[in-house]
């Protein structure tokens, strides 16, 4: 039997679903049906669930109970990322409690002043030049410290809190880029990510045009980055919202790519000027032949469509090099440095070599 149950999820009943492992493989070949992509005109569309289940007895006596360690069992699966097959565990009822508790506290927090940024470096693999920095969205709790964002970010996509913090990031980003100005900081980049949501449903590029004419910021100074997955959600609406972004004069990249169904001859159509890779192919990239031919054939071609690559999570140097040598232009991650206060940063900056910060402020 099968039911829908809301807006994007449902309910599945199976009367013989026979022993572990077999349940197992029929809920793997359910995963892999709903995750095949449909082609359309444009990019193909790829499609994702979290599945999470109980059984009975074990997980509950009564259909009530069984459905909603079911339901936590999905909540549980989604938190973890997505795309997985979780059985329910008493343990995740806590977790999912948790959740909820930061849910209800989440939508005080901007109201509150617990949200900031930190920017992490990004520099020039070829000469360690800083070539800009990423914003990254920090929670500080006053019970919990600092809220890890992998907890946090997809509860505020889930419940849609995710627009107005983006739009905070965004303003709260561009202002720190005017004070760093005015205070006569070398002009370095700023990367801001936008969401699904914030991209495709909200009026971005009114907001940031707005910003631009209010604070007299140079478009250039300001990096907008989308997943590789958002630009593909609505590939027309995506074409008609970047141009707009683009007419401004910001910078536009793509992040995460090499994790979707994209290719180069729908990425030649973009307005974009650069790529990001995904750090699933740097972790390795030393060590594995694949990685560096798939790193290596990425960077040839974002060069003949005159993009930049950027690698993300560089911890090693070793990683470094073998980036530089597969033709990323900048590298970011913890080998440079962690992400840093707004002080911290505009030290950073003033502490490069003068031409490094004359390099950085192109």
């Given at each position: 039997?099968?039911?829908?149950?809301?807006?994007?999820?449902?309910?599945?009943?199976?009367?013989?679903?026979?022993?572990?492992?077999?349940?197992?493989?029929?809920?793997?070949?359910?995963?892999?049906?709903?995750?095949?992509?449909?082609?359309?005109?444009?990019?193909?569309?790829?499609?994702?669930?979290?599945?999470?289940?109980?059984?009975y007895p074990q997980d509950g006596q009564d259909a009530d109970t069984l459905l909603n360690n079911?339901?936590?069992?999905?909540?549980?699966?989604?938190?973890?990322?997505?795309?997985?097959?979780?059985?329910?565990?008493?343990?995740?009822?806590?977790?999912?409690?948790?959740?909820?508790?930061?849910?209800?506290?989440?939508?005080?927090?901007?109201?509150?002043?617990?949200?900031?940024?930190?920017?992490?470096?990004?520099?020039?693999?070829?000469?360690?030049?800083?070539?800009?920095?990423?914003?990254?969205?920090?929670?500080?709790?006053?019970?919990?410290?600092?809220?890890?964002?992998?907890?946090?970010?997809?509860?505020?996509?889930?419940?849609?809190?995710?627009?107005?913090?983006?739009?905070?990031?965004?303003?709260?980003?561009?202002?720190?880029?005017?004070?760093?100005?005015?205070?006569?900081?070398?002009?370095?980049?700023?990367?801001?990510?936008?969401?699904?949501?914030?991209?495709?449903?909200?009026?971005?590029?009114?907001?940031?045009?707005?910003?631009?004419?209010?604070?007299?910021?140079?478009?250039?100074?300001?990096?907008?980055?989308?997943?590789?997955?958002?630009?593909?959600?609505?590939?027309?609406?995506?074409?008609?919202?970047?141009?707009?972004?683009?007419?401004?004069?910001?910078?536009?990249?793509?992040?995460?790519?090499?994790?979707?169904?994209?290719?180069?001859?729908?990425?030649?159509?973009?307005?974009?000027?650069?790529?990001?890779?995904?750090?699933?192919?740097?972790?390795?990239?030393?060590?594995?032949?694949?990685?560096?031919?798939?790193?290596?054939?990425?960077?040839?071609?974002?060069?003949?469509?005159?993009?930049?690559?950027?690698?993300?999570?560089?911890?090693?140097?070793?990683?470094?090099?073998?980036?530089?040598?597969?033709?990323?232009?900048?590298?970011?991650?913890?080998?440079?440095?962690?992400?840093?206060?707004?002080?911290?940063?505009?030290?950073?900056?003033?502490?490069?070599?003068?031409?490094?910060?004359?390099?950085?402020?192109?």
């Amino acid at each position: 039997m099968l039911a829908r149950s809301g807006n994007d999820e449902f309910v599945m009943m199976l009367n013989d679903p026979g022993d572990a492992e077999r349940l197992q493989a029929r809920l793997d070949e359910l995963m892999n049906e709903v995750g095949r992509h449909a082609f359309g005109p444009d990019a193909d569309i790829s499609i994702s669930c979290s599945i999470g289940y109980a059984c009975y007895p074990q997980d509950g006596q009564d259909a009530d109970t069984l459905l909603n360690n079911a339901v936590t069992a999905m909540h549980h699966a989604k938190g973890m990322g997505g795309g997985r097959i979780e059985r329910y565990a008493p343990e995740q009822r806590r977790e999912l409690g948790r959740r909820l508790l930061l849910e209800s506290q989440l939508r005080r927090a901007l109201e509150r002043d617990e949200l900031f940024l930190q920017y992490q470096p990004k520099v020039e693999l070829a000469t360690c030049a800083l070539a800009g920095f990423e914003v990254l969205l920090r929670w500080r709790h006053p019970e919990h410290g600092v809220v890890s964002p992998e907890e946090f970010v997809p509860i505020a996509e889930e419940t849609g809190l995710i627009a107005p913090i983006g739009e905070w990031i965004v303003k709260s980003a561009v202002a720190q880029l005017a004070a760093w100005r005015r205070a006569g900081v070398a002009a370095v980049p700023v990367a801001v990510n936008l969401s699904a949501r914030q991209f495709l449903q909200g009026d971005i590029a009114a907001i940031v045009g707005e910003l631009l004419e209010t604070t007299g910021l140079p478009p250039a100074l300001l990096e907008l980055e989308l997943t590789e997955s958002v630009s593909m959600a609505d590939p027309a609406r995506s074409l008609v919202v970047m141009h707009k972004l683009k007419s401004l004069g910001v910078t536009l990249s793509i992040d995460d790519f090499g994790t979707g169904y994209s290719s180069f001859s729908y990425l030649r159509r973009l307005p974009i000027d650069k790529l990001k890779i995904d750090q699933s192919f740097v972790l390795d990239i030393a060590h594995n032949s694949d990685s560096r031919a798939i790193v290596q054939a990425i960077a040839a071609m974002a060069h003949r469509l005159n993009l930049q690559v950027i690698a993300e999570g560089v911890e090693t140097q070793v990683q470094a090099n073998a980036l530089r040598e597969a033709g990323c232009d900048q590298g970011q991650g913890y080998l440079y440095a962690r992400p840093l206060d707004a002080d911290d940063a505009a030290r950073f900056i003033e502490d490069q070599p003068p031409a490094r910060r004359l390099r950085s402020a192109q």
